[in-house]
């Protein structure tokens, strides 16, 4: 199936709903059902069709004694929901404008990119920040899901929008961080996971009110 169809597919309605889920980790029919509010035979149809794409295998989940659970989960062929095709141009601009800028110049134009994706947020209460920065990640691609702790906030993603590229230029990664912290107010640690298959976004903030 040329990409741009599957791709199309699997971000399409209730398909899109299966993947974004999986990407958290493998699931149940039941799971799912209970996800999606469908019929165990609608789920199933969704599944196969996810899986005649190449985009979903079938495996066990062993929980002490008895039957193992049969399981859903996305394949390597799903790390990125993407086509190829953006992750090659963009990297090959990166890699030029670094050699033709030169560091201080580059890493001044990711600053730039940073100020412009993150806006102008002023006056406004730290958790109307927090849920407009959750929206702008999401429209960016980051399924984030928030963490409290005593001092401080995570924002954990069940996987990178940015996957393919963040490998060799970690330096997105910080740039996200640095559109978190300027919608935020606060300052933002980036402890994103770049060594697994499916890499996964990670910022810590630092509560409002803490030192």
């Known amino acids: 199936m040329p990409q741009n169809r599957w791709f199309g597919r699997i971000l399409a309605g209730t398909r899109g709903q299966i993947a974004a889920r999986l990407r958290s980790g493998p699931a149940t029919i039941g799971e799912l059902v209970g996800l999606l509010g469908l019929s165990a035979n609608a789920v199933r149809s969704h599944l196969s069709a996810l899986e005649r794409d190449g985009l979903v295998e079938q495996g066990v989940r062993r929980q002490g004694v008895g039957k193992p659970a049969h399981v859903y989960r996305l394949t390597g062929e799903a790390a990125s929901l993407r086509p190829k095709a953006y992750d090659l141009v963009l990297g090959a601009l990166l890699q030029s404008l670094r050699e ?66 963040v490998g060799p230029h970690p330096e997105l990664c910080r740039l996200i961080a640095n559109v978190v912290s300027r919608r935020l107010g606060t300052e933002v640690a980036e402890c994103c996971d770049r060594a697994s298959e499916l890499p996964r976004c990670r910022f810590r903030a630092r509560s409002p009110g803490t030192v």
């Open 100 to 165: 033709s800028a030169g560091e201080a110049a580059y890493n001044a134009s990711l600053d730039a990119v940073a100020r412009q994706l993150a806006g102008n947020v002023v006056n406004v209460p730290f958790e109307a920040r927090l849920a407009g920065t959750l929206e702008l990640l999401a429209a960016l691609g980051a399924d984030v899901a928030v963490e409290r702790r005593e001092d401080s906030i995570e924002l954990l993603g069940s996987d990178c929008p940015l996957s393919q590229l």
